[in-house]
């Protein structure tokens, strides 16, 4: 079964530079989730999107924005990047059938030296 | 919102049953309590779910207290591809918007010995 895509999977950036990060949802999901996850922490809700509308917004900087896109796809764009957002970013979908689900990506890993 | 309160971590051998408990002693009529699990190294991916019965699938139970103060996963068998970090989340069914939104408190590491 198709799986939620995350590109890429590694990307190393220098401070003060941007990033962006792609999430390609399950074919036929309505809803996509990022989350921000530290070296050593759980889980952070950064935003949310259902039917290319921002649906939710969670701990998300000023500096990172996010859209979903007419193909359902969404990108989550960082800039001025800093240290601390080093992290594995993951991407969640979500579909009308199984609405109580989310189903994760396998993340993206940004480091930022 | 309410808060889940979970061991930090378990142990358990291999191809034995496995209870792990969460508190939830704040929860609230229309809060569903729901069980993700991260493997190393992977995304979190749900396990089970429910609002005030026991719930089966393939892959756990999941026991609610009847004042549903509390609940347990239970792992009937566990393997050693079942050691991960397991969350109980608690996630408001009347918020459509935000209500969807999964909140990661601290899990309970399970360790699978052979």
């Known amino acids: 079964a198709a799986g939620v895509i995350q590109s890429p999977r590694h990307l190393i950036k220098e401070k003060r530079e941007t990033a962006t990060l792609k999430c390609y949802p399950i074919?036929?999901?309505?809803?996509v989730y990022w989350y921000q996850q530290g070296p050593g922490q759980d889980p952070q809700f950064l935003i949310s999107f259902y039917e290319k509308m921002q649906s939710d917004k969670g701990s998300i900087p000023d500096r990172f924005s996010a859209q979903q896109f007419s193909d359902y796809h969404s990108e989550l764009n960082m800039s001025s990047l800093e240290l601390g957002d080093s992290a594995l970013y993951f991407c969640a979908s979500r579909g009308a059938m199984k609405r109580d689900e989310q189903f994760f990506g396998p993340g993206t890993r940004l480091t930022v030296l | 919102d309410a808060k889940t309160t979970q061991p930090n971590s378990m142990e358990s051998n291999e191809e034995e049953p496995v209870h792990l408990p969460c508190n939830h002693s704040t929860i609230s009529g229309t809060d569903y309590i729901h069980w993700y699990r991260q493997l190393p190294s992977q995304g979190p991916e749900y396990v089970i779910h429910?609002?005030?019965s026991n719930v089966n699938n393939r892959m756990a139970s999941l026991a609610i207290a009847e004042d549903r103060k509390s609940s347990t996963l239970i792992l009937h068998r566990a393997t050693l591809r079942d050691a991960a970090v397991y969350y109980c989340i608690l996630r408001d069914g009347l918020r459509r918007a935000s209500g969807s939104r999964l909140t990661f408190g601290e899990g309970t590491q399970l360790t699978v010995n052979p």
């Open positions: 074919p036929r999901h309505d809803t």
């Open positions: 429910g609002l005030t």
